[in-house]
């Protein structure tokens, strides 16, 4: 999968309008002379024919050089270890934020009756929608700028991370809130909710022991698929709030045709998403021990047993 | 590119697409909720498609005199850095958050259609490629994706819906498949080859409407999103290019007055999430009052 | 004083009445049966009684008393007190009713948990004391381990122990056996009846009369919302007082003594078993075999299906008759062995191969609901079953075709606009049947067929079965766990055990003298069904 997103960035690097020598000289600006382009030509092996220059750049990549970036003459590797932890701190901040507002909007929407729960599926359908640019400026003119809460713009303290988590973190929660309080209307009428309810349980203690873990089953899937677009929010938030993370790198990059730093983002955002496939798996398993079972989110893989649904009891 | 388009589906479009009794309107119609909605949508198609009628100054016109004045009689919405009329930009933006949010639906909901569906009754070889196309589509970052395709295509309302259709088209083709597939295991479907109806007969009736109808569910929540992915790619500088009145781009110029002149930023950004929402909702009421199952 | 006091109890929705002074008492140590067809009200009045009326149900009583404590207008949180610890719920999804993420132990545990203040080290005992007492491995109690690794009956039996470990004073069990074979039946019921034993009240709701004939005391019949009838069982059988008791009778009759006398046949029962005994097999199986994950679900099984004869085949659950009887349709491929129809071959086939002879096979299953595409009338589904798929409405001759197919199953024209999911469930499956005969075929498979409906509906079914058959001359394979269904309408029968078949022969003659001892068991446990407690 990682030779994919390597083979298609290259090839989107190659589609891009421009030189990448004078990209490399400093820009589209730089009056480079025709000796220099040749020059850096020739240094950056460009004028070899287009099959030579993947090869080469696989066989970099496959020994874990990811070159230098063009416009920052220093190595991306480093650029990198500068700014991913940022972003990605950002994202699962971003992600940890959103699954408690998540569940505290499921459990407003299912358990305090009628109009806590309108109000609630109100907010949370605006939320999922919520652009984050505007988002983040809003919360800074309020709580910054007029309640003086907490630092408008990161500051290195953990202060400073509030309000960029919290943007980051609401539209995310509105989706998985839906998610959640469907799965949780959904397991209200089940047939073990009113065998608990049969013995007594309490609505907090059905909510907590056992439709929230029914619910939060797709939503962990969800997360996963949704990472990606978390850390699309994250390089948003990133130039709102002047945050030092990959994604205010990432828009120059490609506009300057920076093919190193590009790959080497894309690259990382990939790998960062198998771990993420990787742990949600993981906690699915913890929260849903069954093997094997028919309702597995992702492709839900038959058993080979036939459709116990003929002989009632399904006695297998 | 993970725009995030909800590959599970809305819980009302399953149980053969009878919404819950308890969440089902009156009488087929949109519930108060939705009448609001659909009030809302219409007068942004309104502003699309006749801004003039909406009142407000000249989007374009510049009056640096009058830069960054609150919002009056003369000016509801304020004037921006330019002196232009904010209420003015704000309706004119209309079309291009409608035009390319409904636009990069289709293209993103075609696109998904077609790979879903591919997958979902080829075999297993078909299958297994559409499965890593979309895996590897997953894994990029949206706005990594949308910002490479216009590099190479240049910024503008074209580029933008592309970018935006092909990013959120992997999540329609992920609930597609798993449809069709469903439809296929399904027991209507063993009863037709029971009574010895030929596979494309089979296809055509019973798996395409199963695994289609609810795509347009979804598709009407993605419309919502992707108003928002269009306006910030323009607010990244890459979407519908200056001077062109866009809510993205506005938000970004808005930026650097945030605290000298918040309402430069707040009504287009306003402008967004409501345009955004009451199309969710609308598409929500819609599909409750039974009318698209 | 009684364990359950009911008095004029009333559920309204709205302005329309469900349930309509209805009054009964449930004593110590007593077994009462709460019996009525789908509708009738029973499961809203066991609802009520515990509290459980789902929202926007109004319900009064002049009385309603458990345990001496009178529980009307009870606040939520007074509820929860009671529930689980003066009345212990068992209901009718047995399936579904144990949390599957859950591990089986903590269920049994929490009535405990929630009203006593027993430590966690005195709850394992008591758990362990509890599954025990039902025939489960205490060790259940802290192995963690969930739902989906205990067979049907297993979990049935786990929900009788969580709903008795804090011995409460009443146990309200709603359709507890439905669906299940008769052995595991039979162990359920030995179980509620343990905790009978034990001195509480135990309140049975079904719709089997059947069922509880040998096991309750008291029958309280119910019909549109109103008690039409109660009293002491044998009386109720003996002397039936209104139309619904003697239609839930006449059901129960059928059974029970159908298994318990053989002699005893309905007069218009004069056919022929023997007749065309010898004829030359119509479908055929040969050595079947298929194996699901190593582990053999049928093996090496031999059938044939002769023209005009009712095949029976009858095994407990999970014995491998449903996967038999979709190789017979083709709708799996067995590993080994082939099936033929009428001498040609007919499985293992690719399905192009026989998509032309298709016409002469139909099926009937268990859910028909789930058969029908939603967004189908009963119109189009004859249509298009009687015009071969080519036509969607029902016009000119077809319209009279499909009239008369409708009349044929015992459903009213009147009908044709409706949606199938809109039919009660005997009508559904009478239309599955008109359905599966449109193409006049010669051999019909159907795979528990009456199992999901009502004790009334399905002697209503099992009687349209009978005279279609003899009306069309159609052969039948009637794959079922429910004896009383297949020895109505078999002429010969097959017993599946574990994948194989280790009887077969006449009817009259498995029934009445079993060699094999599945049989043996298996008749046993019908009989012990019917029978009630030794």
Redesign the interface.
């Known amino acids: ?1 990682l030779w ?2 390597a083979t ?2 290259f090839v ?2 190659r ?3 421009g030189d990448p020598a004078l990209a490399i000289l400093g820009g589209p600006g730089s009056q480079a002379s025709a000796e220099a382009v040749a020059r850096v030509r020739q240094d950056y092996g460009l004028d070899q024919p287009v099959l030579v220059q993947y090869a080469v750049f696989l066989g970099r990549l496959a020994t874990g050089h990811l070159g230098d970036s063009y416009a920052f003459r220093t190595p991306v590797a480093g650029l990198l270890a500068q700014q991913l932890p940022v972003t990605l701190t950002l994202a699962v901040a971003g992600l940890v934020v959103a699954w408690v507002l998540a569940i505290g909007a499921a459990w407003w929407s299912t358990q305090r009756g009628r109009v806590a729960a309108a109000l609630t599926g109100a907010i949370t ?2 939320a ?7 988002l983040g ?2 919360l ?2 309020v709580f910054a ?1 007029g309640l003086g809460w907490v630092p408008a713009v990161s500051d290195g303290t953990l202060a400073g991370w509030v309000l960029p988590v919290l943007t980051v973190a609401v ?2 929660a509105g ?1 998985l809130a ?2 959640v309080r ?1 799965g949780v ?2 397991a209200q009428r089940s047939a073990f909710a009113l065998a608990a309810r049969g013995r007594g349980e309490s609505p907090a203690g059905l909510f907590g022991r056992h439709l929230l873990r029914h619910a939060a089953l ?1 939503g962990i ?2 997360s996963a ?5 978390l ?2 929010g994250a ?2 938030v990133e ?2 709030f002047a945050l030092p993370g990959v ?1 205010r790198a ?2 120059g990059a ?2 300057q ?1 920076d093919m190193p730093l ?1 790959t080497g ?2 690259l990382v ?2 790998a960062a ?2 771990v993420v496939l990787a742990v949600a798996d993981l906690v699915e398993r913890v929260v849903d021990p069954r093997g094997g079972t028919a309702e597995r ?1 992702r ?2 893989r ?1 058993g080979g047993a036939p459709r116990p649904a003929h002989t009632g009891a399904g006695v297998r | ?4 388009v ?3 589906l ?2 009302d479009t399953r149980d ?2 009878r919404a819950r009794r308890s969440e089902r309107s009156p009488g087929g119609t949109l519930g108060p909720v939705g009448t609001v909605a659909a009030a809302v949508v219409l007068l942004a198609v309104v502003a699309a498609v006749w801004p003039a009628l909406l009142g407000g100054g000249d989007p374009l016109a510049v009056h640096p005199e009058v830069a960054l004045q609150a919002p009056s009689w003369a000016h509801p919405f304020g004037t921006d850095e330019s002196g232009r009329d904010v209420l003015g930009r704000v309706v004119a933006g209309t079309r291009a958050s409608l035009v390319v949010g409904v636009l990069a639906t289709l293209v993103g909901g075609a696109v998904g259609v077609v790979l879903g569906t591919a997958a979902g009754l080829g075999g297993r070889l078909v299958d297994a490629v559409v499965g ?1 196309v979309t ?2 589509a ?7 994706v949308a ?2 395709v216009i ?2 295509t240049g910024p503008g309302p074209v580029p933008a819906t592309l970018a935006v259709g092909f990013a959120t088209a992997p ?1 329609y083709a992920r609930i597609v ?2 449809l069709v ?2 439809a296929r ?4 479907v ?2 037709a ?6 596979p494309a ?1 089979i296809t055509v ?2 798996v395409l ?1 199963a695994a289609l109808w609810p795509v347009v569910a979804v598709a009407t929540l993605g419309v ?2 992707a ?2 992915w269009a ?2 790619l323009s ?4 979407g519908t290019p200056p001077p062109a009145p866009e809510w ?1 781009a506005m ?2 110029d ?2 650097t007055y ?2 000298t002149a ?1 309402w430069t ?2 009504f ?2 306003l402008a ?2 409501v345009l ?2 009451s199309v ?2 609308l598409g ?1 009421a819609v599909r409750r009052s039974g009318a698209v199952r | 004083m009684s364990v359950l006091q009911v008095e004029g109890l009333t559920v309204r929705a709205g302005d329309t009445t469900l349930v309509h002074d209805v009054s009964f008492t449930v004593e110590p140590g007593e077994c009462v049966a709460l019996v009525g067809a789908s509708g009738s009200g029973k499961t809203l009045t066991a609802r009520a009684v515990l509290g459980l009326s789902a929202a926007g149900l109004t319900v009064d009583a002049a009385a309603l008393r458990l345990d001496g404590r009178d529980v009307r207008g009870l606040s939520e949180r007074r509820w929860r007190s009671v529930r689980g610890a003066l009345v212990g719920y068992v209901g009718q999804e047995a399936l579904g009713a144990l949390d599957p993420l859950r591990p089986v132990g903590r269920e049994v545990a929490d009535a405990l948990r929630l009203h006593t203040r027993m430590t966690a080290a005195e709850r394992v005992d008591a758990v362990r004391a509890a599954l025990t007492a039902v025939g489960l491995d205490p060790d259940l109690a802290t192995d963690g381990r969930l739902a989906d690794t205990l067979s049907g009956g297993m979990r049935q039996r786990a929900l009788i122990a969580a709903a008795t470990v804090a011995s409460p004073a009443l146990v309200v069990a709603d359709e507890p056996t439905t669906a299940l074979d008769a052995a595991v039946a039979v162990t359920v019921m030995e179980q509620l009846r343990a905790a009978q034993e034990r001195g509480a009240g135990l309140l049975v709701i079904t719709h089997d009369l059947g069922l509880v004939a040998g096991w309750a005391d008291r029958v309280v019949v119910v019909d549109g919302g109103t008690v039409v009838e109660q009293g002491p069982v044998d009386r109720v059988f003996a002397a039936p007082g209104h139309p619904a008791t003697e239609a839930l009778v006449r059901a129960a009759r059928t059974g029970v003594e159908r298994t318990a006398r053989p002699d005893d046949r309905a007069a218009s029962d004069t056919r022929d078993r023997t007749a065309g005994a010898d004829a030359p097999a119509l479908l055929a199986a040969d050595g079947l075999c298929r194996t699901f994950a190593g582990v053999p679900a049928v093996d090496d099984v031999s059938l044939a299906v002769r023209p005009g004869r009712v095949l029976g085949v009858i095994g407990a659950s999970g014995s491998g008759k449903t996967t038999i009887a979709r190789m017979l ?1 083709g ?1 799996e491929d067995p590993d080994a062995g082939t099936v033929t129809l009428d001498g040609g071959a007919w499985a293992p086939l690719p ?1 192009r191969d ?6 002469r ?3 009937v ?1 268990q859910d028909p609901g ?6 189908w009338t009963v119109e189009r589904v004859l249509a298009d ?1 009687l015009s ?2 080519r036509e969607r409405r029902a016009r000119g001759p077809l319209a009279d075709r499909v009239d008369d197919a409708l009349r044929q199953v015992g459903l009213d024209p009147a009908l044709r606009p409706r949606s199938p ?1 809109t039919l009660s469930g005997g009508q559904r499956q009478r239309l599955a049947i008109a359905r599966a005969l449109a ?1 006049e075929p010669e051999v019909v498979v159907l795979d528990e067929p009456v199992t999901a409906l009502d004790a009334t509906v399905q002697d209503a079914v099992l009687t349209l079965l009978e005279r279609l058959r003899d009306a069309t001359g159609v052969a039948m394979v009637f794959v079922s766990h429910d004896l009383r269904a297949v020895r109505r309408t078999a002429d010969e029968v097959l017993v599946v055990h574990r994948g194989r078949v280790v009887e077969h022969g006449p009817a009259a003659r498995v029934f009445d003298a079993p060699e094999h001892p599945e049989t043996v068991r298996l008749l046993r446990a019908a009989e012990r069904l019917a029978a009630g407690p030794a």
């Open positions: 999968m994919a997103v298609i960035v989107a690097i589609l891009i309008p359908v605006t999922s929608v919520v652009p984050h640019f505007w400026s809003v800074i003119v700028s539209p995310v989706y839906e998610t469907d209307v959904d797709p899937a969800l698929w949704a990472f990606g677009s850390v699309s390089v948003v130039s709102v994604g990432l828009v490609v506009t045709r590009v983002i894309a955002s990939a998403y198998v989110s492709d839900g038959r | 590119m993970s725009g995030i909800d590959p599970r809305p819980a053969g697409g890593r895996e590897v997953f894994a990029l970052p949206l706005l990594l910002l490479v590099a190479v999540g498949r798993g597939r469903t295991r399904s027991q209507v063993e009863t080859v029971l009574q010895g109806r030929r007969l009736r019973h409407p919502g999103q108003v928002v306006s910030a607010y990244l500088g890459v993205g938000l970004a808005g930026r945030l605290l918040p930023s707040t287009p950004g967004i999430v955004a929402t969710t909702v929500r | 349709l709708l399905e026989r998509r032309a002879r298709r016409h096979v139909a099926a299953v789930a058969t029908f595409d939603e967004r079953a071969d798929g999911r193409t």
